[in-house]
């Protein structure tokens, strides 16, 4: 016969049925290796965590620095655990990140089971955020290999809230970011009207990740004539995937044309869905760097790097063809009809002359 041990808050008693993370040791705050890790993949539940020996460990309850816990950013216990006259409780788990102690914030619970903590633990909602579990001096070394208790390899298969392939995982990087520069005034062919609509992040030729700029950027601007900007704000870690408005500097407006992109915060960079620009020259702006390319490479430039299975070949196509612009061939009509008119008028001109001189010779 089996017996369910209730708890009193009526649910099955953490205590007996909490899965085990045996990988304790590489999440001691103690360990400064293998960047790597994150829990954004792990399942939602109820753990007790242990090092290699079999020992219990628990949460650090004060502020772990980043680059501890096998990771990046480090999540601790901001509070006390439990004592063992209390049933499960409700506490805030803290994400270290590069200027705060408490970056973003997690809804965790924990019972105090008397011979360990038992933790109900969420997912992390970017890499690379990791639970911080013990104080061991000794850190396991940088392996491929993760422990089989806890699934935190990266798959690029995960979905997020949307149900779609995570963009911070699958987006193709454009390495042409220092082109792309709101202080870029040179190159104004450039255009993205040839590019491969879907998921980018941008970079510098350093490596540097770089955002759109969110106030209007002037004509000839980031190597091109007619700058595309972000019209609205870049989400925060805890948002999902967002709907963003990018808009398209003109002559005489700061919004001549408007195109739907999507936007996600991965933490260390911004994953930008973008699509095809309607008219040349106009192109995307990235960053704000002084370094700008001033000789185009080739007239098809593949620029981009694929992280995942999307877009293997997107590439830049076009990007130093010149496109004629309207207004050119209006001026041109203009001055067509300016000419025809005249040669009229000086037709006209001669004719009337001559009937003069006729009146005035048949008079003399």
């Not at 016969?1 to 040791?25: F, H, K, Q, R």
């Not at 409780?89 to 360990?116: E, G, M």
């Not at 392996?143 to 392939?165: H, I, M």
């Not at 911004?270 to 192109?283: D, F, I, S, T």
Request: proline content about 7%; glycine content about 6%; aromatic content about 12%.
């Amino acid at each position: 016969m089996t017996v369910a041990v209730i708890t009193v808050s009526g649910e099955p008693d953490p205590c007996l049925t909490s899965s085990i993370w045996t990988d304790g040791d590489g999440r001691s705050i103690n360990c400064h290796v293998n960047y790597d890790k994150c829990d954004r993949y792990m399942e939602p539940g109820w753990h007790r965590v242990q090092s290699e020996s079999g020992q219990n460990l628990t949460m650090p309850t004060f502020p772990v620095p980043v680059y501890s816990c096998g990771t990046k950013y480090p999540i601790w216990l901001k509070g006390d655990h439990p004592s063992l006259s209390d049933d499960i409780v409700d506490r805030v788990a803290c994400v270290t990140s590069l200027s705060s102690t408490c970056h973003v914030s997690y809804q965790i619970r924990i019972k105090n089971c008397q011979d360990f903590m038992a933790y109900y633990l969420v997912k992390a909602k970017g890499c690379n955020e990791r639970y911080c579990f013990g104080n061991a001096e000794s850190c396991p070394q940088p392996t491929t290999q993760v422990p089989t208790s806890l699934s935190t390899e990266v798959q690029v298969t995960d979905t997020g809230v949307t149900g779609e392939p995570d963009p911070c995982l699958t987006s193709s990087v454009w390495n042409d970011g220092d082109g792309r520069s709101i202080n870029c005034h040179v190159n104004y062919d450039k255009c993205d009207r040839y590019m491969e609509p879907g998921w980018y992040r941008v970079q510098s030729e350093s490596g540097e990740n770089l955002t759109m700029p969110t106030s209007p950027v002037p004509v000839y601007s980031c190597g091109t004539k007619y700058p595309i900007w972000l019209n609205g704000d870049h989400p925060s870690l805890s948002d999902d995937i967002v709907d963003r408005v990018a808009c398209v500097t003109y002559y005489n407006s700061t919004c001549h044309a408007s195109y739907q992109i999507r936007i996600k915060n991965c933490q260390d960079f911004m994953a930008y869905y973008l699509v095809k620009a309607k008219g040349c020259n106009e192109r995307y702006c990235f960053g704000d760097t002084y370094e700008c390319k001033t000789t185009p490479k080739s007239t098809t430039w593949p620029i981009t790097t694929n992280t995942g299975p999307f877009d293997e070949s997107a590439t830049f196509r076009g990007s130093y063809k010149v496109r004629p612009d309207p207004v050119l061939y209006i001026a041109m009509a203009v001055v067509v009809i300016f000419l025809i008119g005249f040669a009229v008028a000086i037709l006209l001109y001669i004719k009337k002359c001559r009937y003069v001189l006729c009146i005035f010779y048949s008079y003399s």
